[in-house]
């Protein structure tokens, strides 16, 4: 079974400033999606970014960007330009691309932005 | 825009009661899920459902069932509460295929006591 880990429970950083949110994943499928989803405190989870393994070119959103390293299986979310509203929960979530399978999210990563 | 709307924001029952969790989007999803979110556990996939009357367990079924008798709305059933049910329920529809992002609803924060 594919799983999802994310080593950082929290992270925080400085309004105007980059941070980097790491997750691993581990499958032995070639074929799959990746995606990065953010909780904001008291509001829905949406979707910020995702990427497609077939691709190599990472996938970017604004100032949004991953790091998506197939070989070593991680996939990392960058941040730039921080500001007051990304505080959030961020989530990792692994889909196979083999059938109609559900979402493998990571323990999330709580990020914290410093005026 | 999706729209994924949840019954209740929060919920306070007993030990012993059951409970419905219901859980409505307007897209015409065919998938719909439900995941329990608790601190330091992330999301765990409870149940998920690929079409009306279709139901497949997730990771943690256990003192749960669910319901799909419409396309649009899919039910969390907690058949006999119990106080480590005391959680955040969140529901999520999809349409069909592995590309597509899971929309969410706002979450209910349910209280077994």
């Known amino acids: 079974a594919q799983t999802v880990t994310q080593s950082q429970p929290e992270m925080s950083v400085q309004e105007a400033e980059t941070v980097t949110l790491s997750c691993t994943y581990d499958?032995?499928?070639?074929?799959?999606?990746l995606f990065w989803y953010k909780q904001p405190p008291s509001r829905q989870m949406i979707l910020v970014i995702r990427?497609?393994?077939?691709?190599?070119q990472n996938a970017t959103e604004n100032r949004f960007s991953v790091n998506f390293q197939k070989a070593a299986k991680s996939f990392s979310l960058k941040i730039s330009d921080s500001q007051l509203g990304d505080a959030a929960m961020y989530f990792c979530?692994?889909?196979?691309?083999?059938?109609?399978?559900?979402?493998?999210f990571g323990k999330g990563t709580r990020l914290s932005v410093i005026a | 825009d999706v729209k994924v709307t949840q019954s209740s924001r929060y919920l306070v029952k007993r030990t012993g009661e059951k409970v419905f969790l219901e859980c409505v989007q307007d897209?015409?999803?065919?998938?719909m899920f439900w995941y329990r979110q608790d601190p330091g556990l992330g999301l765990r996939l409870i149940y998920f459902?690929?079409?009306?009357?279709?139901?497949e367990k997730g990771d943690i079924p256990e003192g749960y069932s669910v319901s799909r008798e419409k396309k649009e709305r899919f039910s969390l059933i907690l058949e006999s509460a119990s106080t480590n049910q005391t959680s955040m329920y969140l529901c999520?529809?999809?349409?069909?295929?592995?590309?597509?992002?899971?929309?969410f609803g706002p979450g209910t924060r349910l209280t077994v006591l």
């Open positions: 999520a529809s999809s349409l069909g295929g592995t590309y597509n992002e899971q929309f």
């Open positions: 499958t032995s499928e070639s074929d799959y999606y």
């Open positions: 990427q497609e393994a077939y691709k190599q």
């Open positions: 979530a692994y889909r196979s691309a083999m059938g109609n399978t559900p979402l493998v």
């Open positions: 897209m015409d999803h065919e998938n």
């Open positions: 459902s690929y079409d009306v009357k279709m139901k």
